[in-house]
């Protein structure tokens, strides 16, 4: 079964930092672009970032740009977002994805985890 | 990167049809995609490409496009149906834009 198990969040205070992580399975991770994605509590979807199935191009957000940082370990079949200076405003569900074939659509989603920052 | 509009909701008795539509300036030039979301759960793809379908989706989806708008239209809608949907698409730089979202209620 394709699966994506999203870990690492929780409460943060306003500028810390925090590393989330997805473990992909039941898929050849590295064949496929992955990307993360936030749900701000009663919001809609926004993108934060983007990666090649190989890693070695990546994508962000203007919003997170120089804060977050998209890398992935295809011999481990993880994906992270290490997210650094975090706001207030950052607080959401994050939910890994993986890209649907030759496409930017988002076939495969994890079940998020939350990420809340305040003090 | 530019920006998807949609309509904040639309309201639709049982077995008639519904239309969400989805506007932007890149439209013409990018595919769009649409999810469905229900509360406290992951996105789901339902089209892709514009129009096409993944499997195990209902044939009652469908997708069109026509210059800077496209729609994803849900035939014979069922009480099932009611959630949010989002169109995503995506620009040359790599970017990827989601819609605001539509509230589908079925009375």
């Known amino acids: 079964e394709v699966q994506l198990l999203e870990s690492g969040g929780g409460l943060v205070q306003p500028g810390g930092s925090l590393r989330l992580s997805c473990a992909a399975s039941?898929?050849?991770?590295?064949?496929?672009?992955m990307s993360w994605v936030r749900q701000a509590p009663g919001k809609g979807l926004e993108w934060v970032s983007g990666?090649?199935?190989?890693?070695?191009?990546?994508y962000y957000a203007d919003s997170v740009k120089g804060r977050f940082s998209i890398s992935r370990d295809n011999s481990k079949n993880r994906l992270y977002l290490q997210m650094n200076s975090l706001r207030a405003e950052d607080t959401a569900v994050f939910y890994c994805?993986?890209?649907?074939?030759?496409?930017?659509?988002?076939?495969?989603w994890g079940q998020g985890t939350m990420v809340t920052v305040s003090s | 990167s530019y920006e998807l509009t949609q309509p904040p909701s639309v309201s639709v008795s049982p077995g008639q049809t519904a239309r969400i539509t989805c506007s932007g300036d890149?439209?013409?030039?990018?595919?769009a995609y649409w999810y469905q979301q229900t509360p406290g759960q992951a996105p789901v793809l339902v089209i892709y490409?514009?129009?096409e379908r993944p499997s195990g989706i209902p044939e009652r989806f469908s997708g069109s496009s026509s210059g800077t708008t496209v729609t994803l239209t849900i035939s014979g809608v069922q009480a099932e149906d009611e959630a949010d949907y989002y169109c995503?698409?995506?620009?040359?730089?790599?970017?990827?834009?989601f819609g605001g979202g539509t509230k589908l209620t079925v009375l």
């Open positions: 994805a993986k890209v649907y074939y030759v496409t930017d659509a988002f076939d495969i």
């Open positions: 990666i090649s199935g190989s890693g070695s191009s990546t």
């Open positions: 890149a439209l013409p030039k990018q595919y």
């Open positions: 995503q698409s995506a620009d040359s730089s790599g970017s990827v834009v």
């Open positions: 490409k514009d129009s």
């Open positions: 039941g898929f050849t991770f590295s064949s496929y672009a």
